[in-house]
């Protein structure tokens, strides 16, 4: 059973670069699709981006150019940084394993990441 | 982008009892590419319903998923004590993916 685990600091500056790994157990990273959303406190879901273990990525528009996804196949992780940070960024992000580009089949925990000076 | 819209924003049910959740788009969501998850709190969501009505695995058959275009619905038959949880669908037929805002249900 695939697992995956989030990690990463938990607090951020604001203006700087939240950078989350997500290392994935149980299974190859190769020939998946990878996924980073995030959940405010009290709030809904928001889909960031994806990333195929090839290397190509799909990235939600509403991040504009502040947000890059990358992989690392030989240590079976793929990673998320979202540059110039704000309190607005303050979250639970999520990696997920994705069917294709599609829905979200397998989860991490979650790491709460708090924007604050 | 598609704006999903759950209703209602709360359910209060009892166990064994039908819990039906709606979930519409803003505009048609392309080959019925939606999904359903559960969250439990302090839990990552679970997925149970995608393309509208395949159920994930080692979902039980209480939850089923239906609908097409705009109007979808996810169904749990018979309420059990583990089902009481926040529900959200997500479409993933026309980028950005969205997510709905959520229905919480809740035991009566």
């Known amino acids: 059973q695939v697992q995956l685990q989030e990690s990463g600091p938990g607090l951020v500056k604001p203006s700087e670069t939240l950078s989350l790994t997500c290392t994935v157990s149980?299974?190859?990273?190769?020939?998946?699709?990878w996924g980073w959303i995030r959940q405010p406190p009290g709030k809904g879901l928001e889909w960031i981006g994806y990333?195929?273990?090839?290397?190509?990525?799909k990235y939600n528009p509403s991040f504009k150019s502040r947000v890059s996804i990358s992989v690392d196949t030989s240590k079976n992780q793929f990673s998320l940084n979202l540059s110039s940070v704000t309190a607005a960024d303050t979250a639970v992000y999520y990696c997920?394993?994705?069917?294709?580009?599609?829905?979200?089949?397998?989860w991490g925990q979650g790491t709460l990441v708090t924007v604050s000076s | 982008e598609i704006v999903l819209t759950q209703s209602p924003g709360t359910l209060s049910l009892s166990p064994g009892e039908r819990a039906t959740l709606s979930c519409r788009a803003s505009?048609?969501?392309?080959?019925?590419?939606l999904a359903w998850y559960q969250q439990k709190p302090g839990q990552a969501p679970r997925l149970l319903i995608y393309a509208a009505s395949s159920r994930a695995t080692d979902i039980p058959d209480r939850f089923s998923g239906s609908g097409s275009g705009t109007d979808f619905t996810l169904t749990i038959s018979r309420l059990e004590p583990e089902d009481f949880a926040v529900y959200y669908c997500q479409q993933y037929g026309s980028s950005p993916w969205t997510f709905g805002q959520g229905t919480k249900v809740e035991i009566k």
């Open positions: 505009q048609s969501v392309s080959s019925s590419y």
């Open positions: 149980g299974g190859s990273i190769s020939n998946y699709y």
């Open positions: 997920a394993r994705s069917h294709g580009w599609y829905y979200f089949d397998h």
């Open positions: 990333i195929y273990y090839s290397g190509s990525t």
